[in-house]
């Protein structure tokens, strides 16, 4: 098909009428849930999330379709300590900044198996997750996240390839409404402080450094074998390290370690808030 076939088709005008009434609103507040409604039609996800991130400042949410009853769940969880071992927030962080890619794309070797993506995933019932990242100023990056529930339709390879084309669609349409939107959420954005600070903080007093750097990547969700690759050292020496880590903390699972670390990341929230 053409181009001009493709722009005759009757779809294709519904479509375009719907672009049309995106980029009319692109400045307006009203964006985000237009977008959703949109989004929607292409792919129809469970859960959507607009969230904006600057540095390793906690996230801002700006747009979401969580009910009350999970948000709790699904937001504050996620705002105030989960958005650490993020695969998302890490990627933006390590610089990506525009197109869509699915979480399995970004996430650890053994993310699906770390404590972390069932405290926080599977406990939303998610088994999938789809980012559209748009840099919308210099320093800030915005993300739309699309989960798909386990007892939903599996995300199609011909789904996510609309999703890759439509993504610098979605880019510009944020950028405009960060441009005209923006002010009302950039102060706020500053204010929040990052919690990264407990990660630097967590086992200090226990932990050498190089055992603090192992924590985080077992934390994310990464394998003996990839921690070492990250480090480039020994997956032996990885081993080792765990070992004194366990000891050192006194716990005896990296489920342990993972409580005993969102109580850390709790501790120095409730500070940094007081």
């Keep these: 098909m053409n181009l001009t076939d493709l722009l005759a ?14 980029i009319r609103s692109a400045g307006h507040a009203s964006l985000p849930t237009l977008l959703e409604q949109t989004l929607h039609e292409l792919v129809g996800f469970d859960t959507i999330l607009i969230n904006t991130y600057k540095g390793r400042h906690r996230p801002l949410l700006i747009h979401d379709n969580y009910p009350p009853d999970r948000r709790q769940q699904g937001i504050e969880r996620y705002l105030s300590q989960a ?8 990627a933006v962080h390590d610089g990506l900044d525009h197109g ?8 650890p070797d053994c993310f699906e ?54 993504a610098p669609v979605v880019a510009a349409l944020l950028g405009e409404y960060w441009k005209w939107q923006g002010h009302g959420f950039q102060a706020r954005l500053e204010e929040r402080e990052p919690v990264e600070a407990a990660f630097d903080s967590f086992g200090q007093e226990a932990l050498t450094q190089r055992e603090r750097e192992i924590v985080r990547l077992l ?14 050292i020994s997956d032996g020496t990885v081993k080792v390290h765990r070992k004194h880590i366990y000891q050192r903390l006194d716990v005896s699972s990296q489920s342990q370690l993972f409580r005993l670390f969102l109580d850390h990341v709790a501790l120095v929230s409730r500070q940094q808030g007081g």
């Design 113 to 166: 198996s770390s404590d972390y993506y069932h405290y926080y995933y599977r406990a939303l019932g998610l088994s999938d997750e789809i980012g559209l990242f748009a840099r919308v100023d210099d320093d800030v990056v915005m993300v739309v996240s699309l989960g798909f529930r386990g007892d939903g339709p599996r995300v199609t390879r011909r789904a996510m390839l609309a999703l890759r084309h439509i």
């Design 9 to 22: 088709n009757s779809a294709s005008q519904t479509w375009h009428q719907r672009l049309a009434q995106l």
């Design 219 to 232: 934390l994310a969700g990464h394998s003996t074998k990839s921690a070492a690759l990250e480090l480039d």
């Design 100 to 107: 869509a890619c699915r979480l399995r794309e970004l996430a």
């Design 83 to 90: 958005y650490l071992l993020d695969p998302f927030f890490q």
